[in-house]
């Protein structure tokens, strides 16, 4: 089945670039909206966006404006870049396959998550 | 936006207790709405897709229902292994997706 597992480092400096990238394996990257997620110790999740195979993007409005995703589907991966980044930014981030069916969307399956820390 | 409220945010119960969970939108929703499962240091796991529809391998004890703005999420008999945060998340203003705060369920 398919699996997926976020790469990147785990300690990012404030006011720097925060980059992460997820192999998808066992299964197809094309057909399919791929997404990141985040969630902040001991709180919720918060969806950051999409990039579809094709390279479509979609952003949460809160954070578009440091946002960047990317896939290079050659080697089944896809990727995330946030600028500026401050302590705010420090979370959990999963990757996850939008499933798409009638209309209705959800995300399945999901990366094991990595921690980024943003800290001097 | 859409908000979505979980409540409550925290349960006790015990092994065989029936559980209910609600999750209220901030406008309808129709049946756009996910619940997953998370248990400490782990992803979500999908549990419930379209309100009602239980995802493949899902034990029979877990259910959703509801339409508009208001659903729940229901354990019918409470497993040790059902100790876990629940999450809704309604795709009903894609590309925007949005989740509920989380419910966490602990043993009494």
């Known amino acids: 089945q398919v699996q997926l597992q976020e790469s990147g480092p785990g300690l990012v400096k404030p006011s720097e670039t925060l980059s992460l990238t997820c192999t998808v394996s066992?299964?197809?990257?094309?057909?399919?909206?791929w997404n990141w997620i985040r969630q902040p110790a001991g709180k919720g999740l918060e969806w950051i966006g999409r990039?579809?195979?094709?390279?479509?993007?979609n952003y949460n409005p809160s954070l578009e404006s440091r946002v960047t995703m990317s896939v290079d589907t050659s080697k089944k991966q896809f990727s995330l870049k946030l600028t500026s980044v401050t302590a705010a930014d420090t979370a959990v981030y999963f990757c996850?396959?939008?499933?798409?069916?009638?209309?209705?969307?959800?995300?399945?399956?999901w990366g094991q998550g990595t921690l980024v820390t943003v800290s001097s | 936006d859409i908000q979505m409220t979980q409540s409550p945010s925290s349960l006790s119960a015990s092994v065989g207790d029936r559980v209910t969970i609600t999750c209220r939108a901030s406008?309808?929703?129709?049946?756009?709405l996910n619940w997953y499962q998370q248990k400490p240091g782990k992803a979500p796991k999908l549990l419930i897709y379209?309100?009602?529809s239980l995802q493949s391998g899902v034990p029979s004890r877990f259910s959703g229902s509801g339409s508009g703005t208001d659903f729940t999420l229901t354990i019918s008999s409470l497993q040790p292994e059902d100790f876990a945060t629940y999450y809704c998340?309604?795709?009903?203003?894609?590309?925007?997706?949005?989740f509920g705060q989380g419910t966490k369920v602990e043993i009494k």
């Open positions: 996850a396959r939008m499933i798409s069916l009638a209309g209705t969307v959800w995300f399945d399956p």
């Open positions: 066992g299964g197809s990257i094309n057909s399919y909206y």
């Open positions: 990039i579809y195979a094709s390279g479509s993007t």
């Open positions: 406008q309808s929703i129709s049946s756009y």
């Open positions: 379209s309100a009602s």
């Open positions: 998340q309604q795709s009903y203003s894609l590309p925007m997706n949005t």
